[in-house]
């Protein structure tokens, strides 16, 4: 929604500060209410309230949609703008923009509880016990 002008709901424009955006290069999946067919996009611009997609031919401003962003689930969100095959996004709710580029939580080894390591080899049957120093 870089572009795009904000707007209030009389169409006069805001001097409200925007939250700030992430230049990104991710994929997005759009579905039109009342459709089945999806769309691909780019996702140039991403903040927690909205993106600006690339590949936005046949969109119409107003229009409600399904995205799903980059790793997130879908979520509502509504075509604010349509210009020169670019198109400004604006989500239903928040989402997190970290998580839809697909950051992981890495855990700290101290947050591993011992227990829970892998097994490696046979689970079963008398190969399990093959290398158990028990064995007769």
Same mark, same amino acid.
């Given at each position: ?20 955006r992430q230049?990104v290069f ?16 780019? =996702?140039?611009? #991403?903040?927690?309230? +909205?993106?600006? *997609? ?6 119409? /401003? @107003? ?5 799903? =962003?980059?790793? #997130?689930?879908?979520? +509502?969100?509504? *075509? ?6 670019? /198109? @400004? ?12 580029? +697909?950051k992981a ?32």
């Amino acid at each position: 929604m870089t572009d795009g002008p904000d707007r209030t709901s009389e169409g006069e424009h805001t001097t409200s500060q925007r939250e700030p955006r992430q230049s990104v290069f991710l994929s997005t999946t759009l579905e039109r209410f009342g459709s089945a067919a999806r769309t691909k996009h780019r =996702v140039r611009d #991403l903040s927690p309230q +909205g993106m600006r *997609i690339d590949l936005a031919d046949g969109l119409q /401003a @107003g229009a409600t949609v399904l995205v799903a =962003v980059g790793q #997130l689930e879908a979520v +509502g969100a509504t *075509i604010v703008w349509v210009k020169d095959g670019s /198109a @400004g996004v604006k989500f239903a709710k928040p989402i997190d923009p970290d998580q839809a580029r +697909g950051k992981a939580a890495v855990r700290r080894k101290a947050d591993i509880v011992p227990n829970q390591q892998k097994q490696r080899g046979a689970t079963a049957g008398w190969v399990a016990d093959l290398n158990s120093p028990y064995r007769k």
